[in-house]
């Protein structure tokens, strides 16, 4: 029988941590892309990658993502899923007290790297015969926002 692959982004703390530990737990293949790597993940053994990677500039990660799953062995996998988790809490605070950068990143992280990563991750499993998933988090804050949280309200909102 073959397994499944899991690609986890935000892996490194809160819901993508717990993602990645329960998936590898349960025998599965997880790639975990995180700004850090989580220690505790590392005792998980084999089957649970950790790659350092700033979704800010989702390009390169991205390129790499689709250069690893292309020379994956496809038949191993039953299924393949991409988890965009990853988001960041811009300072909270009226708008137009945050600083501009500190909201880009924010939209970066939270909308742009998760259509970019997607886009990779579809062209590099196309030939792929096992089933293809990706899955977007979002949260309650993109659809009933909270003020002084425009930033990762708007990012979650633009993934629902």
């Known amino acids: 029988m073959a397994g499944h692959l899991y690609v986890v982004t935000g ?3 809160g819901l993508g941590a717990a993602l990645a530990r329960q998936l590898a737990a ?3 293949t997880v790639l975990g892309i995180a700004r850090r790597t ?3 993940l590392a005792a998980e053994g084999g089957s649970l990658h950790q790659w350092v990677g700033d979704l800010a500039d989702p390009g390169p990660v991205a390129a790499r993502l689709e250069a690893w799953l292309a020379g994956l ?13 990853a988001g ?3 300072r909270i605070g009226p708008i137009d007290e945050t600083d501009s950068a500190d909201l880009a990143n924010a939209i970066r992280v939270g909308l742009e790297a998760p259509v970019v990563l997607t886009a990779a991750f579809l062209r ?3 030939p792929w015969t096992g089933r293809r998933r990706v899955l977007n988090i979002s949260s309650g804050l993109g659809r009933r926002p909270m003020a002084g949280s425009a930033s990762y309200c708007a990012a979650k909102a633009g993934l629902d």
Request: no cysteine.
């Open 11 to 13: 892996s490194s703390r």
């Open 26 to 28: 349960e025998g599965h």
């Open 38 to 40: 989580n220690d505790s």
């Open 73 to 85: 062995d496809s038949a191993a996998f039953d299924s393949a899923s991409l988890i965009n988790n």
């Open 88 to 90: 960041v809490l811009s």
């Open 124 to 126: 590099a499993t196309r």
